[in-house]
């Protein structure tokens, strides 16, 4: 499907394929048939058609953080004084062109945000945040700040399990 839609469930294979697909991104296609119990040719169609309806959307390499970087990771809850839809997107906006800003997520609760944020020092952190709280277009009420100090597991991929395991 051209348009990215997800017309089926996926099954055991195809479970099998992402996570394998999320550990090495770079496997050859030849390894992959023999951990799935797949030939070659099957294989590779499965790939092409979980790529062609977004189960796989990109791939990438995952950096080493300590090996490239001094900077300081932080993580942000964020409170909106005003939750229109309108309000949102304009902070959503905001966040997205953010090149600090590694993840983001949209949550229930108290706070209206949760922020992974990347800056190679405490001050560039604050100027940060300080402009989202002193932009008027923007309804920023708080942000309430923790530094993390050494990860202890860091993200690994997305379990996936097949529609019949449920």
């Given at each position: 499907?051209?348009?990215?839609?997800?017309?089926?469930?996926?099954?055991?294979?195809?479970?099998?394929?992402?996570?394998?697909?999320?550990?090495?991104?770079?496997?050859?296609?030849?390894?992959?048939?023999?951990?799935?119990?797949?030939s070659p040719r099957p294989c590779l169609e499965r790939v092409n058609r979980l790529e062609r309806e977004s189960y796989i959307r990109r791939y990438m390499a995952i950096v080493d953080f300590k090996a490239v970087s001094g900077q300081t990771t932080f993580f942000a809850e964020i409170t909106l004084r005003d939750q229109t839809q309108a309000a949102q997107a304009a902070f959503d906006k905001v966040l997205r062109a953010c090149p600090e800003v590694i993840d983001c997520y949209l949550v229930s609760g108290q706070i209206d945000y949760v922020a992974r944020i990347v800056c190679p020092s405490l001050d560039r952190y604050r100027e940060l945040t300080a402009s989202w709280i002193d932009d008027p277009r923007l309804p920023v009420a708080r942000i309430s700040t923790s530094i993390v100090l050494s990860p202890v597991r860091e993200f690994g991929g997305y379990p996936v399990t097949a529609a019949d395991e449920g």
């Open positions: 499907m051209a348009d990215g839609t997800k017309s089926r469930k996926l099954d055991q294979i195809d479970a099998k394929i992402l996570t394998i697909l999320q550990s090495d991104g770079r496997i050859t296609n030849q390894r992959l048939s023999e951990l799935v119990g797949l």
